[in-house]
Nanobody
Framework: QVQLVESGGELVQAAGSLRLSCAASGRSFSSYPMGWFRQAPGKEREFVAAITWNGGSTYYADSVKGRFTISRDNAKNTVYLQMNSLKPEDTAVYYC?????????????????????WGQGTQVTVSS
């Protein structure tokens, strides 16, 4: 079992920055990849960023590439999402997710079904 708790979401002006955190507990955090997804009202949950177990590889959606950075601190059991140059279209509930299953498919990081544990989400609102 893995428990995930996100924090850091808030109301911010366009062009501003936020850092989201996701604290994990349960199974060994350093052994599995982590991801961030988001869901805007009326839209499906979409991939934002992912990171491998040791931080050696990171993946980003085209819409956030160059603006967002995913990182992890395995000593603190925490994954982060640094969000810069925020836009109103970044407004959404942001979820972190853990991939503990050993099964991998092509572009696994973009696939919600690859992740088997999810947090409750944190709201990010970007005003114009």
């Amino acid at each position: 079992q893995v428990q995930l708790v996100e924090s850091g979401g808030e109301l911010v002006q366009a062009a501003g920055s936020l850092r989201l955190s996701c604290a994990a507990s349960g199974r060994s955090f350093s052994s599995y990849p982590m991801g961030w997804f988001r869901q805007a009202p009326g839209k499906e949950r979409e991939f934002v960023a992912a990171i491998t177990w040791n931080g050696g590889s990171t993946y980003y959606a085209d819409s956030v590439k160059g603006r967002f950075t995913i990182s992890r601190d395995n000593a603190k059991n925490t994954v982060y999402l640094q969000m810069n140059s925020l836009k109103p279209e970044d407004t959404a509930v942001y979820y972190c997710a853990a991939k503990t299953s050993p099964k991998y498919v092509i572009n696994w990081y973009e696939n919600r079904e690859s992740f088997d544990y999810w947090g409750q989400g944190t709201q990010v609102t970007v005003s114009s």
